[in-house]
C-alpha cells in the first residue's frame, strides 16, 4: 500500500471520552453532549485523530450506560439527537473522526423487547430474543456460570424462568441466534452511520455467541478469577482456564463480524472503520477479528496491567506486532480506559510519562482516555459514593471503577474546576489544582504538552514510516537491561526504566523527552532515568 493511500484509521491517535464525565453544560452535574462539542476545539488542540465516546444512549445508567434501553436515541441527560448530529458535525468540520460504541451483547432490562419478554411469558418469541431458560428440577439456575460483575450469571422472573446476563442482572443478553436481533442490530449501525459517524467500538464483541448454555462449566469460580485483571493467578493456570469459555470468543461470531463488514464497506470513501474489544486467548485469536473481510482493528489490552519492567514491556510490544502482522494488521496500544486504573496511579508520573512516549511513537493506533493526557490519577472516592455495579454485586470487595471516571478538571483552583456549576456525579477534590487543562496548558513542562508535543511530532516523523528494529532491549544487543530503543525510519526512540542515567552512542537532534535535560556530547547522549527520548537522524 502506498503511503498515501493508507486509511486515517491505520495508525492513528483515538481519544476516548467519557461523556458523563467531560463537560457538563447544564448544571446537572453530569457531562453532556454539548458539553463534548462545546470543547472539542480542545480536543483538536491534542493533535488527535479521532473521538471514541463511551455510550450516550437511552439507559437507565446502571452500568454507565453500557446498559441500552434504545439504541438509537440519545439519554435526555446527555441531550438528543438534534446535539448528537450537531456534534458530529462540529467535529467533521475540525477533521476529527467519531466513533460510538455499541454494546450489542446485552440491552438494559429497560429495552421495550425486554418488557415485552417478561409480559409474554415462557417459550414466546419475544423471550427467545433473550437467553430464557427453565429453572433446573431443584430450582436452581440453568447452569453454574458466575456473572463478570460477580454473583450468578442468571436472574430469575416473576413465572420461574431465569435468563442469562453475562453482567448486571439488569442487562439481559441477546441471543445472537435470533435472526430478528441481528436485522435488528444492523439498523442500529446504520442508523449511526446515516447520522454521520465515521465507525464503532464494538463493545464485549467476543461474547456475543453462546455454547453450552445448559452445562455446568467445570470451574466457574476459576474462569471468575482468570477474567479479572487485578487478580493475580498462575499465567498457566489462567492460560488454562481462558482457552475455552463457553460464553467468549465462539466461532459464530465472526459470521456477525463478516456481515457487518458489508455494511461498512457500503459506506464506500467514508472509510468507516470498527475496534473491537475482544479478550480472548490465546492471544493469536486476537488476529482473527481483523481479517481482511472482518474488523478494522481490536483492542490490544496488555499495556492496561503491565508493570514498568524492560522485560515485559518487550514481550508484550514485540510480540503484538509480530501477532497483527501476520494477518497484515497494525497492533493498537492503550495504557487506560474507562475500565481500568489510570496508569499514573498504577505506575507513577514519570513512569507514566516515559511509557506513553514510548507507546505513542509505535506502529498501529494509539488510544488516549480522556484525562491521560492530564496525567490525572485516579479519583479518590469513599465507599458511600461508589456507583459502579462491581461494587455492589461483589459486596465492597471489589472496589470497582469509578476511581477512572472522576470528571476532568478544567479550570480554576477548587473543585469541581469549570466541570460543572453544580454537584459533580463523582466526587472532586481540590487536591487536582495543579492538574487543570487551564494550568497546564502554559506550562511548557506538563503532561499536556509534552502529550500535544508528541502527538504533533508523531504526525510529522512516525506515522507511516514503517517498522520498528529493536536497538536494544532483552533480547537485542543488550548493554543497559533497563534500557529499551528502536528505531523506526529516521527516528529513534530511547527509553530508561532504571533509576541511573544512561550513556549512548548516538547522534541525531533530540526532539523531545519526558523528564530530565538530555546531555549530550562526543557522539554520546545520555538518557535521564525513567524517560523517553525521541531523536531524529
Ligand atoms: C465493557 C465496557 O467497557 C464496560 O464498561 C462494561 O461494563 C462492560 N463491557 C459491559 O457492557
Ligand atoms: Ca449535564
Known sequence: MSMNSSPWWKEATIYQIYPRSFFDTNGDGEGDLPGVTSKLEYVKSLGVDAIWLSPFYTSPNIDGGYDVADPRDVDPRFGNLADAKQM?????????????????????????????????????????????YDANPDGTPPNNWISLFGGPSWM????????????????????????????????????????GVDGFRIDVAHGLVKEDVLKDHPNPQGLSDALRLDMSMDSEKRYELLSSVPYFDRQGVHEIYRKWRKIFDSYGDRDVMAVAEAWVHPPVNATRYVRPDELHQVFNFDLLDAPFNAE????????????????????????????????????????????????????????????????????????????????????????GRDGARVPLPWDGDTAPFGFTSGK???????????????????????????????????????????EIKWLNSPHHGIKNPSLLAFSRGDMSVYMNLGETAIEVEVTGKVLIVTAGIPDSRDGKLTIPPVSTMWIHH
Not at 417459550?123 to 433473550?130: C, E, N, T
Not at 463523582?426 to 503532561?447: G, R, Y
Request: no cysteine; aromatic share 10%; glycine share 4%.
Open 156 to 195: 430469575q422472573v416473576e413465572d420461574g424462568q431465569f435468563y442469562l446476563h453475562l453482567f448486571d442482572s439488569s442487562q439481559p443478553d441477546l441471543n445472537w441466534d435470533n435472526e430478528e436481533v441481528a436485522t435488528d442490530y444492523e439498523k442500529t449501525l446504520r442508523f449511526w452511520l446515516d447520522l
Open 424 to 466: 459533580p456525579w463523582l466526587p472532586m477534590h481540590d487536591s487536582w489544582k495543579e492538574l487543570t487543562i487551564d494550568k497546564q496548558s502554559v506550562d511548557p513542562k506538563s503532561s499536556l504538552n509534552l502529550y500535544r508535543n508528541a502527538l504533533n511530532l508523531r504526525a510529522e516523523h512516525l506515522v507511516n514510516n514503517g
Open 88 to 132: 458530529i458535525d462540529v467535529a467533521h468540520s475540525l477533521d476529527l473522526r467519531i466513533l460510538v460504541d455499541v454494546v450489542p451483547n446485552h440491552f438494559s432490562d429497560q429495552h421495550v423487547w425486554f418488557q415485552e419478554a417478561l409480559k409474554a411469558g415462557r417459550g414466546s418469541s419475544a423471550r427467545s430474543r433473550f437467553h430464557f
Open 312 to 399: 515485559h514491556l518487550y514481550d508484550v510490544v514485540s510480540r503484538s506486532i509480530e501477532l497483527m502482522k501476520s494477518v497484515d494488521a497494525l497492533p493498537t496500544w492503550a495504557l487506560s480506559n474507562h475500565d481500568s486504573p489510570r496508569v499514573a496511579s498504577r505506575l507513577g508520573d514519570l513512569q507514566s510519562r516515559a511509557l506513553a512516549l514510548f507507546v505513542i511513537a509505535l506502529p498501529g493506533s494509539a488510544y488516549i482516555f480522556a484525562g491521560q493526557e492530564l496525567g490525572l490519577p485516579d479519583g479518590v472516592i469513599s465507599d458511600e459514593f461508589r456507583q459502579d455495579p462491581i461494587y455492589f454485586r461483589t459486596n465492597g470487595l471489589q472496589k
